[in-house]
Each structure stands twice: as structure tokens, then as C-alpha cells.
């Protein structure tokens, strides 16, 4: 029997619904699971490590890589580009890991596009105001750049309805365990479980 297939999940929500934070918890839980690392453009956040919450290039090396068809998707959000590497996914999945892609809404109704063989997870926040706050409460942004992603939030906030899921972010193991459910649920779906199916079918044909 080949080796349980992974899950490819793609996770996003409006800057500011706890995306972050949820990943890492999940991840914690998960030893089956790994955080496909994006590119970005826009510079490193205090704290943020290369290659392992992003690979930061410059503008010039990411439009190089669009060029050469190596992005899964891509997208400009806020000035700057986020993109999404291809051939390590392929490779994690073959290999049964559940590969969780973290990306903006652009680029995940990209990949949704492209592929159909994919969880698809939209977190969102109890409320405009409470989005607000949170904003407010990283300390990093400037309030034209607090108002650009509260904008940005309402249009990504009407594109929800292209996910397969959607879960509130209101107390973060909550939610955590939220997304566990859904995890496990697709699990059991007949195209990650075909291989036992048929095994259990020549077993049955041998006797």
C-alpha cells in the first residue's frame, strides 16, 4: 500500500484575523503537516525568519520566477508581491505530508483555479471593529496602512464564499480545533481512501 496521500489546504482571511497564530498552533498539533514558505517582497517583520516564515526577495527576482512558471500562484497585495513555490508541495504531498498554504485571497482563488485536489479554508473575524483593534494592536502599522488593509479586508471578506469552509476566529484553540475537524473529515474522503478500499478488495478476491 503506497503511503497515506497528504492534504493540500489552503488557509487565508482578511490581515488580522489571526492567521498566523492559528498555523503555528496547528502545527504544533500536527507532526503531519508542514507550512509551505511563500516569497514576498515586502520586508522582513520583527522577529520574522528567511525560509521559514518567508523567502524575502526583491521585486526583480520574484517577476524572474513568475517568468519561469516555478510559482504555483502569485499575487500584489498592499504594493508587494506574495507568491507560492510549486516543487516543494509536489513533493510533501507525494510523500503524505499535508501541505498548509497560507497565502492572501488573490492568490488562493488562484490555486483554487488550478487545482481541485484542495482544502480550502477561510478564516474570519467576529467583527470589523475587533479587526480594527487587532490591527491597532501590532504597533507596526501606520493608519493609512491600518485603513489600506481594513479596506482590503471587506473585499476579501466578499470573496468567502469560494471556500469550502469557514471558520471564526473568535478564541484560538477553538478554532484550532475547528480546523483539526476539517482536516480529519477530508481525510476520509473516497480519493484518500481509495487505496485501502482496493486493497481490502484484493484481499477479499485472494481468499
Known sequence: ???????????????????????????????????????????????EIEGVHYYFRTRKQVEEMIAEGSLLEYAEYNGHYYGTPEPPIKKWLEAGKNVLLEIEVQGAEKVMNHRSDLVSIFITIPSMKELEQRLRGRGTETEESIQGRLQVARQELSRAFRYQYVVLNDEVDRAVERIQTIIEAEKMRYAYMEDLILEVMNDAQAQ
Open 1 to 47: 500500500m503506497r503511503p497515506e496521500k497528504g492534504v493540500l489546504i489552503v488557509l487565508s482571511g482578511p490581515s488580522g484575523s489571526g492567521k498566523g497564530t492559528l498555523v503555528k498552533k496547528l502545527l504544533e498539533q500536527r507532526d503531519d503537516t508542514v507550512l509551505s514558505v511563500s516569497v514576498t517582497t515586502r520586508q522582513p517583520r520583527p522577529g
